[in-house]
């Protein structure tokens, strides 16, 4: 949106600022999942989670599992009520996670840096749609849970 030539950050901006500042930043799960609308979809690598309950245990893996997280910008988009992020999601796993499958991964205490691009859709200050795009081999591979291809 531009205004007398001055540029402004839209609604999905910053929506989508919101949300990696809760995962990286205060690490709130619940402040993540506020972000969400009630019938919001979250499709990522490990599926497609429907509603705040799918989502909130989505997220958990992340906000718990890697309590000293921080996201490193590449690039940031913005067009309409779609906002998009391309950068590296870096942390030390130090907490337990369950993965989607149900599992449960115990602590490894391993360093990831795992490169993401986010594309979220905002309607009313909610997120509607979110798409994670990350490589789960890689992000296996990082925490000592699957042998690198060779």
Known sequence: MITEGVTTMGEAREVLD???AAVTETHDVNAVVNLY???AVVVSPDGEMKGKQ???DWWKMFVEGFPDAKYEYVSKLE?????????YY???HRKEI???TGETVK???KKIKMRSVDVATVKNGKIKSHHVYYDEAEFMRQLGL???SR
């Open 37 to 39: 609308a009630d019938d």
């Open 107 to 109: 602590p490894t205490g």
């Open 54 to 56: 799918q989502i909130t």
């Open 98 to 100: 369950k993965t989607p």
């Open 79 to 87: 067009t309409g009520d779609r906002a998009a992020d391309e950068g």
């Open 90 to 92: 870096i942390g030390t």
């Open 146 to 148: 699957a042998e690198a």
């Open 18 to 20: 919101r949300l990696t």
